[in-house]
């Protein structure tokens, strides 16, 4: 079963289980509209009390210094249960079919591959690509399948994307782009096939040091994941100067999913960290978005209000 099929289930499922909830409680003189709006409730009010116990949890295990406003935590959870909502129950479950942009046989032109975390699909890139701000670059996406299964077996998936990628651009290497797991199943792959064909790897919020929440997630590639794993300590040891030269890692300082917070900053790399914003929301974060158009197509000029983008870049 594709994430997308499960999703939909998931989401039937949901709106069902909110609709028998207002059959039973409301009174038969209610509008029976008002069963609709108990229906799409559910998955809104699941989904935000699950993002409030990962902010809640962070906040305890690694609190932030110095501490923000309440406000300040309020307005990044709304924004990631939107985010959240979005993807979850819109995006990946009816758009992960969508079209990518046309492919161009140029090497020349900077060819990049867009990869998604854990339980994921390629949907989650589509506003980033209907925004057009790569348009400059010949640009694909990928599924890691199986949902569930063993990063080491998605660097042999991104290997085929990548080599598709090479195959119909020309491109002698190509740009990777991973959110959250996806830029660990870039350095598996680094791993495993060394780093001839990459240029660049960037990687947005990505658990490089792992995240307490690891343990807590369903499937193999979840508790490799996890804070210090064994996976983890076999990736680090496979890190040299040459391949981290070629890394530059975002992260958010309101992290509510990689736990510890510093997870995101390898070492060694160039970091930029942007503020007010949740782990799934960066994927439709413009100033993210502003950062991979000078990463990716450096002869670009974005509008002048990217130079008011609220970030912090060290070497």
């Given at each position: 079963?594709?994430?997308a099929?499960?999703?939909?289930l998931?989401l039937?499922?949901q709106?069902?289980?909110g609709a ?7 009174p038969d ?14 998955p ?6 699950v993002?409030a116990?990962?902010f809640i949890?962070?906040a305890i295990?690694?609190p932030?210094?110095?501490r923000?406003s309440?406000l300040h ?6 924004g990631e249960?939107s ?7 819109l995006r990946?479950?009816?758009?992960a079919?969508?079209?990518e942009?046309n ?7 900077p ?9 994921c ?5 589509k506003?980033?690509?209907a925004s ?7 640009v694909?996406t ?7 299964g063993p990063?080491?077996h998605?660097a042999?998936?991104?290997?085929a ?7 119909a651009?020309?491109?002698t290497?190509v740009m990777?782009?991973g959110h959250s ?5 870039a350095?598996?792959?680094l791993?495993k096939?060394?780093?001839a064909a990459v240029?660049?790897?960037i990687?947005i919020?990505?658990?490089?040091a792992?995240?307490i929440?690891?343990?807590f997630?369903?499937?193999r ?7 210090s794993s064994a996976?983890m300590?076999e990736?680090?040891?496979?890190l040299?100067?040459?391949?981290l ?6 992260a958010t ?6 736990v510890?917070r510093?997870?995101?900053?390898l070492?060694?790399t160039k ?8 782990h799934?929301?960066?994927l439709?974060?413009?100033r993210?978005w502003?950062?991979?158009v000078?990463?990716l197509?450096p002869?670009?000029?974005l509008p002048s209000?990217?130079s008011?983008?609220?970030t912090?870049?060290r070497?």
């Amino acid at each position: 079963m594709s994430l997308a099929t499960f999703l939909q289930l998931a989401l039937l499922v949901q709106l069902a289980a909110g609709a028998a909830l207002g059959a039973w409680f409301l009174p038969d003189a209610v509008s029976r509209w008002w069963l609709l709006v108990v229906a799409i409730a559910v998955p809104v009010i699941g989904t935000a009390l699950v993002l409030a116990i990962e902010f809640i949890a962070g906040a305890i295990v690694d609190p932030r210094s110095p501490r923000t406003s309440l406000l300040h935590v309020a307005r990044v959870w709304l924004g990631e249960t939107s985010a959240s909502l979005r993807v979850f129950c819109l995006r990946q479950p009816f758009a992960a079919g969508f079209a990518e942009p046309n492919l161009v046989a140029d090497p020349q032109r900077p060819a990049v591959l867009l990869v998604h975390g854990y339980a994921c699909n390629r949907a989650v890139w589509k506003p980033l690509l209907a925004s057009g701000l790569l348009a400059d670059c010949n640009v694909a996406t990928v599924n890691l399948t199986p949902v569930f299964g063993p990063i080491g077996h998605y660097a042999d998936v991104l290997h085929a994307a990548i080599e598709r990628l090479r195959a119909a651009t020309g491109a002698t290497r190509v740009m990777i782009v991973g959110h959250s797991m996806g830029g660990l199943v870039a350095r598996a792959y680094l791993r495993k096939r060394g780093d001839a064909a990459v240029a660049r790897v960037i990687t947005i919020a990505t658990p490089h040091a792992g995240t307490i929440f690891g343990g807590f997630g369903h499937g193999r590639n979840a508790r490799q994941m996890a804070h210090s794993s064994a996976f983890m300590r076999e990736l680090a040891s496979a890190l040299t100067p040459a391949v981290l030269a070629k890394f530059v890692c975002v992260a958010t300082a309101d992290d509510n999913l990689v736990v510890p917070r510093s997870s995101p900053l390898l070492e060694g790399t160039k970091h930029i960290v942007l503020d007010g914003i949740g782990h799934l929301a960066m994927l439709e974060d413009r100033r993210v978005w502003d950062v991979l158009v000078r990463e990716l197509c450096p002869y670009r000029e974005l509008p002048s209000s990217c130079s008011n983008a609220s970030t912090a870049a060290r070497n």
